[in-house]
């Protein structure tokens, strides 16, 4: 079964700087297009950052600049190096596998506070 798990989320002070990991099993993991979202209680789900079917990367508007995607496939995990974190980034965190289906993972919290 494809399983997407997240770590690296908690607690960390305004300006500081955290590492988000997704690894993947279950899927061709060079296939899938990898993401991050986020989404905040009562809000939509939106884009932090994501690979696109042409391999290039995207960023929401919020992040751009401070948040960067980059992905290991020998290792089958996607990252994501979340910099200048503000208290506006606290929520939880989703990977995301896309490809014919899609798939995600059961979020990490990120906590950003003084």
């Known amino acids: 079964q494809v399983q997407l798990v997240e770590s690296g989320g908690g607690l960390v002070q305004p300006g500081g700087s955290l590492r988000l990991s997704c690894a993947a099993s279950?899927?061709?993991?060079?296939?899938?297009?990898m993401g991050w979202y986020r989404q905040a209680p009562g809000k939509q789900r939106e884009l932090v950052a994501t690979?696109?079917?042409?391999?290039?990367?995207m960023y929401g508007a919020s992040v751009q600049g401070r948040f960067t995607i980059y992905k290991d496939n020998p290792k089958n995990t996607v990252y994501l190096q979340m910099n200048s974190l503000n208290p506006e980034d606290t929520t939880v965190y989703y990977c995301?596998?896309?490809?014919?289906?899609?798939?995600w993972g059961q979020g990490t919290q990120v906590t950003v506070s003084s």
């Open positions: 690979y696109t079917t042409a391999g290039t990367t």
């Open positions: 995301r596998a896309a490809l014919l289906l899609t798939y």
């Open positions: 279950g899927i061709i993991f060079s296939e899938y297009v």
